[in-house]
């Protein structure tokens, strides 16, 4: 299964329709947090609009990116199946449609609707699998060459074409691009005046501008110059 494959995606049109009849839409926008690390809540939460980054406390209390959600991810399963306390939090990049599934309408949802469970279990797996490849394809990689392949990744993803280059607008910090790739935001910060100085991209307030893909790719895949 392709660990990009959003849970919205993978149910079908009888379990979406349950979801859809037990859940409530609720729209936040960008900055409102959706799921607080720490509470004792288990609602689950799937994503219909909008962009979500998900954040837990780093070393020293700083904030750590651990993964942004898109359209169609489930976010907050993990309490919902084994009760324990939120472990990250969920923030709204932008402006967020998400359906909400409280824990008695989750309850009922996965006891009518058995697959559901197994679905999300897929879902988690993938996840899983994909976030320990990451971590040996790049364990030794340099900074620059690990925050490529995420930009590349995010300008598959997200990227909208325009007559300047490929625009990201995900409203991601250097932080939190820093907690991403596991890389300290003083690297990160080099890492992207590399690409600028060569070319490869610009850096605006809430978007970055690739204007070479192809270059960002290459530099993805090998740790040399630009």
Known sequence: MNARAGFWDLVDDEQRAAMTAVGRLRRANAGDVLIRAGDHTRSVVILREGLVKIVAAGPGGHEVVLAVRVPGDVIGEMAAVDHSPRSASAIALNAVTALWLDPAAYD???????????????????????????????????????????????????????PDGVVVALHLSQSDLAGLIGASRESVILALKEFRDSGVLSVGRKRLVVHRPDLLAARAQAPGQV
């Open 108 to 162: 009922r949802l996965v006891s009518d609707h058995p697959a559901v469970s197994e679905v999300l279990l897929r879902v988690v797996t993938a996840r899983l699998r994909h976030a320990d490849g990451r971590r040996v394809e790049h364990r030794d990689a340099p900074t620059a060459v690990r925050l490529a392949a995420l930009l590349a990744a995010l300008v598959a993803d997200h990227g909208v074409a325009t």
